[in-house]
């Protein structure tokens, strides 16, 4: 006997409701210049067709967390991967956040080298949708650096008994 679908906790309270269905449901907040699109539940086509119509034909830089819906499939990430690029042809941008491991591996199937950028939480976004390309360059060059730093020099290859790294600066692990 299979198991009924979970149903989706109710939005907090500063979170508009777009759609809400017993399987799913969208809901936005507006921080910014960003819309934050929240997608719960479980995954079925009709997601894609309401976050098409209902929200990416809004004029706005979007951010779309992912992280509480289930069975993502690769039409959706295909929507995302398309919208994205469109975007960028304007000032707007499309960016992930909490992107679960599921949907950036989709993203390979797309495209070889396919990703969008991708931020831990609302809090990690720039200020303006504009500043993203500079922020992602400075965020590649941070760890540059770091990979260089971890692959040459000395100091930060320490290492305890246990083989777990210490750090070069204030020596814990």
Known sequence: MP??????????????????RPTFEITTKRRGTWLLVYLRGT?????????RKDI??????????????SAIKVTLVR?????ANKLKLGDS???????PDQLRSLFTLISPGAKLPSFA???DLPADAKNLEQ?????????????????SNALWQFV????????????KI
């Open 3 to 20: 198991l009924p679908p979970i149903r989706p906790a109710l939005p907090p309270p500063d979170e508009d409701t777009v759609v809400r």
């Open 43 to 51: 995954y079925t086509d009709e997601i894609v067709d309401i976050v």
């Open 56 to 69: 990416f034909s809004q004029k706005s830089s979007f951010a779309v967390d992912c992280s509480m819906l």
């Open 79 to 83: 929507e995302l991967w398309f919208t």
């Open 93 to 99: 941008r499309l960016v992930l956040l909490s992107a």
């Open 121 to 123: 939480s609302p809090d």
């Open 135 to 151: 922020q992602l360059q400075r965020s590649d060059a941070d760890l540059n650096d770091l990979r260089k730093q971890l692959q």
């Open 160 to 171: 305890d008994r246990e083989t777990c790294w210490l750090c070069p600066f204030c020596g």
